[in-house]
């Protein structure tokens, strides 16, 4: 497995990263096939697998992420209701949807 598979500077997993190494390994492991190397072939396996788990990692972690801004967004929506306060309504609603939408792009299908 290759030390690149999650190549982000934070070390965080990474959609586009998770979705570039299962195509990579996919190669690799191919030209491992059509050349008989073993070593190719499992390094390309293992490629891929890593590559769709820093995939599955960073779409749970974008899900999660979704989440807690729902729920600060509600709480912020009704308690600027509550007070009154038009702006902490407003902005409790916009972080609410903008949760909301970044749960629907990492929901699993």
Not at 1 to 4: N, R, V
Not at 31 to 45: L, P, Y
């Given at each position: 497995?290759?030390?690149?598979t999650n190549?982000?500077?934070s ?18 492991e191919t ?15 293992q ?7 820093e ?17 600060t ?9 509550v ?10 609603n ?5 949760g909301?939408?970044q749960?629907?792009i990492?929901?699993?299908?």
């Open positions: 497995m290759s030390s690149s190549n982000t500077f070390g965080e997993p990474n959609k586009t990263s998770g979705q570039l190494h299962p195509t990579k390994g996919t190669v690799v030209i491992g096939n059509v050349t008989g190397a073993t070593s190719w072939q499992q390094s390309g396996k490629e891929h697998a890593a590559g769709e788990a995939y599955k990692a960073a779409q749970t972690k974008g899900y999660a992420e979704g989440t807690a801004d729902r729920v967004g509600k709480k912020d929506a009704v308690v600027g209701a007070t009154g306060d038009k702006s902490q309504q407003t902005a409790g916009v972080r609410h949807d903008k909301q939408a749960q629907d990492n929901r699993s299908v």
